[in-house]
């Protein structure tokens, strides 16, 4: 407490919105589906404000989606998105980096990257010296990434 995520306040929210009415089982009907930005600042189910880096998660049963940030998913799904969006600032920093291997799951996993990207993404992730052919693949590979990111932009 004291750091204005009110992890007690999330598991009301939370349980409001499952089917389940104990705690044990409403988490499990809850997972990640998409993170985004927010253009403007945004308030976590906890009540923390702001938040800009948004992870949308979906209750599988009820079909509610809401959104928390990352300290939230992390303590309740275990899922490290703010990996993810360190990664994002590299890349957007530099776009001749590559983006990490969690970023790389999540958005092949969301069809923001094809099967064929990710194997590149994969082979050439630790390479410096990419030939000039290769250099463009992964920025633009980068550059869908970044662009999946606008609001409500990947599900
Ligand atoms: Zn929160």
């Not at 998409?34 to 599988?60: K, Q, V, Y």
Request: net charge positive; proline share 1%; with cysteine.
């Amino acid at each position: 407490m004291g750091d204005g995520y009110n992890f007690h306040h999330l598991q009301g929210e939370i349980l409001a919105r499952s089917r389940a009415t104990d705690w044990e089982t409403a988490e499990r009907e809850w997972c990640l589906l998409s993170i985004s930005e927010a253009d403007e600042p945004e308030t976590c189910l906890c009540s923390h404000f702001p938040i800009i880096e948004l992870c949308t998660i979906a209750n599988r049963i009820t079909g509610i989606q809401v959104d928390v940030g990352n300290v939230c998913v992390k303590r309740f799904l275990g899922f490290r998105s703010d990996l993810i969006f360190a990664s994002i600032k590299r890349i957007r920093n530099d776009m001749t980096r590559s983006i990490g291997a969690d970023a790389a799951v999540l958005f092949h996993e969301r069809g923001i990257i094809n099967a064929w990207e990710y194997g590149f993404q994969q082979n050439t992730r630790a390479k410096r010296n990419l030939t000039g052919k290769q250099m463009e693949t992964r920025i633009s590979i980068n550059r869908k990434i970044l662009a999946s990111l606008k609001r409500r932009g990947i599900q």
